[in-house]
């Protein structure tokens, strides 16, 4: 299960993550945030509450990043311990920006 909440301020969207990012949960967020980016200067991905990222999850976290970069950016914030070494093995702690 995953619960997404979505906050928007000014250009600046944030978007808080709590449970499982994968295969089964993934096609929600997928939707909202292809939506999202038309419209928004500045991505913020909240994962204090994230538990566990799968490819899929990864795949929107890149297709997100790509799209950020010719706007104002995408930041990653409050990353566990688990989410880390995920982005650690498969090379998106090089990728992202991760606060």
């Known amino acids: 299960m995953l619960n997404i ?3 928007a301020e000014e250009g600046k969207v944030t978007y808080s993550l709590e449970g499982r990012l994968d295969t089964n949960t993934s096609e929600e967020l997928e939707t ?3 939506e999202t980016i038309q419209e928004a200067e500045e991505l913020i991905m ?3 509450k994230l538990d566990y990222i799968s490819s899929a ?3 929107i976290l890149l297709a997100a990043y790509k799209a950020m970069v010719k706007k104002g ?3 990653v914030v ?3 311990s688990t989410i880390m070494e995920i982005f650690d093995v498969t090379g998106f702690s090089d990728i992202l920006t991760i606060e």
Do not use: A, S
């Open 5 to 7: 909440v979505k906050t």
């Open 32 to 34: 909202d945030l292809t």
């Open 46 to 48: 909240d994962f204090e």
């Open 57 to 59: 999850g990864l795949r």
């Open 73 to 75: 950016g995408m930041k």
């Open 78 to 80: 409050h990353v566990n």
